[in-house]
């Protein structure tokens, strides 16, 4: 069974820097694309960036670009989001999510299609 733990959340200022991790395990990593998605209170759960099974691609929300970066490391079976320049609106409970590989392409950005989710990290930025 697969399971995905997420660490890295926190309380940062506006402008400031995290980085989130996803720790997978259970499976072979290398046969899932990952995501990340977050939910705000009251809001339904918001694609925020994907990456394919080799790194090769990626894709992100459109206003997130340019201050995130999704990346991988299939020797640690771990996926990354580096986000820089925060803004408040970006506070949400961010969950990854592992996509069998094949699904990439067209479902990378929709939630059902994932198939292993992770219990969610909380990121609060200050205004």
């Known amino acids: 069974q697969v399971q995905l733990v997420e660490s890295g959340g926190g309380l940062v200022q506006a402008g400031g820097s995290l980085r989130l991790s996803c720790a997978f395990s259970?499976?072979?990593?290398?046969?899932?694309?990952m995501g990340w998605f977050r939910q705000a209170p009251g809001k339904e759960r918001e694609f925020v960036a994907a990456i394919s099974w080799s790194g090769g691609m990626t894709d992100y929300l459109g206003s997130v670009t340019g201050r995130f970066a999704i990346s991988r490391d299939n020797d640690k079976n771990t996926v990354y989001l580096q986000m820089n320049s925060l803004k408040h609106e970006d506070s949400a409970v961010y969950y990854c999510a592992a996509l069998t590989w094949g699904l990439y392409s067209d479902y990378a950005r929709t939630p059902k299609k994932y198939e292993y989710w992770g219990q969610g990290t909380q990121v609060t930025v200050s205004s």
């Open positions: 259970g499976r072979t990593f290398s046969s899932y694309a």
